[in-house]
């Protein structure tokens, strides 16, 4: 079939009728797939399960001659400092090592802003008549969860292929005290897979802010999770900050959670020492401590198994497949038929697909009904609304390659349905 667009509306329906037999097939199937989240699957995990051989009763002394069974150490062992300084390319005075969720990390850092403010005498946020942060979209939902807690008001950018529309992104700063931040994931983004390119990073280290107690929250989740051998670069933004005199203005995330094991992994937040400083402090009341002998033995086995660059190979593995065959089923039902574009990333966890406008609940509720179940159209936006209604974010790393291919069979049929009635109503 070819540009649907230029079908009558005789064959429309005649290739509308095809398709739901195809749809009704599949309903006997009897499919149970999950592909709402991006869960590392069961292969995955493996890869690190002699994590738990590490565990053995002498490994608990760090190289400091602390005892991690014991309470202490803030910021983290110094031999994870060191470790993940380098991973995050910063200097490990510049880290903090902390509990299980960067997700965490990152609510609690934005809470600290709410309630303290960002430290030099800064207002809290919280005082304000209102806070703005700028969200590239499509973007993460439980970032966008989390603002949406705090009361803060989202304004959704759009993305280009290098990175957030920087026009937009320096006019709403430019002129607005309240815009105070924005939320990033700059490399392999969630969910459409771009990587800012250098002058993206340049421009959001240097702009004007209108606000000077503006931060970026720099989500790095992706930072290794290459599936090629040509990696994306991404630019140090602490650096790029540090020269223009903006040192503080970037906090930067990550963790294991896709290197190790999802939730019992380690999670990193950096920043200038500055920064970490404060950090530090404010952390030094919530906990007595991390986790110390999870990170101690992360640093052991991330060593024993040749570090974090040749574990991320080994689920590239895995995964390269399951985004192969995610293109591949795309291309054969949907190539050349102009109703659906979607992303062909070089890494991270996910496909984000746009459909005609209109269409991405329908697709999605429709897949749904027999047995497909995808992360609920809109998801994608803040406040769960996206308003051309046409993101769909596909998550390929959990089912199998011969699940992926049953469940993207069934995805494009949907949208070939959808976006048929979507025509001829319109020709209506
Ligand atoms: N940030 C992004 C962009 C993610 O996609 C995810 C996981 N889906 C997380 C954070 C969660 O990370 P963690 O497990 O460290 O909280």
């Known amino acids: ?105 990152m609510h609690d850092t934005i809470m600290r802003a709410m309630f303290r403010g960002v430290g030099d005498g800064h207002t809290p946020w919280v005082k304000l008549p209102g806070v703005k942060f700028l969200c590239p979209c499509p973007g993460y939902d439980r970032h966008f969860s989390i603002l949406e807690y705090f009361n803060i008001e989202m304004i959704p950018v759009e993305m280009t292929e290098s990175g957030p529309d920087m026009d937009k992104v320096e006019e709403l700063t430019r002129n607005d005290e309240s815009v105070k931040g924005i939320v990033c994931v700059p490399r392999y983004s969630n969910p459409t897979g771009i990587t800012y390119s250098d002058e993206v990073v340049d421009h959001l280290a240097s702009m004007k802010t209108k606000a000077t107690d503006f931060r970026i929250f720099w989500d790095n989740a992706y930072n290794a999770h290459h599936l090629t051998d040509q990696p994306d670069r991404l630019k140090n933004i602490l650096t790029a900050c540090k020269q223009v005199g903006n040192p503080e203005r970037v906090l ?58 040749s574990l991320m190979k080994q689920h590239a593995a895995i995964l390269k497949p399951k985004f192969d065959m995610v293109q591949s089923v795309l291309e054969k039902e949907l190539g050349g038929k102009h109703i659906a574009e979607w992303s062909k990333p070089k890494g991270g966890y996910f496909v984000s697909l746009n459909t005609l406008e209109g269409c991405a609940k329908a697709v999605v509720s429709m897949a749904a009904q027999v047995g497909v179940k995808l992360t609920p159209a809109g998801a994608t936006f803040p406040y769960g609304k996206d308003p051309l209604d046409r993101n769909i974010r596909i998550a390929p790393s959990f089912p199998s390659v011969d699940e992926i291919r049953q469940a993207m069979e069934l995805l494009a049929i949907c949208i070939q349905v959808v976006s048929i009635e979507k025509i001829m109503q319109k020709a209506r």
């Open 1 to 105: 079939m070819s540009d649907l667009r230029n079908l009558t509306p005789l064959e429309l329906q005649d290739a509308k009728s095809k398709l739901m037999g195809r749809y009704q097939a599949c309903q006997s199937q009897n499919l149970k797939l999950d592909m709402t989240r991006g869960r590392p699957c069961p292969e995955q995990l493996n890869l690190s399960l002699s994590l738990l051989e590490c565990r053995d009763s002498k490994a608990y002394v760090a190289e400091d001659g602390t005892d991690c069974r014991n309470y202490g150490g803030v910021d983290g062992i110094p031999e994870a400092k060191k470790l993940f300084a380098q991973y995050l390319e910063v200097d490990p005075d510049e880290i903090i090592i902390g509990g299980n969720a960067s997700l965490a990390l």
């Open 252 to 309: 930067i995330f990550g963790s294991t959670s896709k290197i190790t094991f999802a939730g019992a992994g380690i999670a990193l937040m950096a920043g200038s020492k500055k920064n970490m400083d404060l950090a530090r402090q404010q952390i030094n009341l919530q906990t007595i401590g991390p986790d110390k002998m999870n990170q101690l033995h992360h640093v052991r086995f991330l060593k024993q198994v040749g570090g974090i660059d």
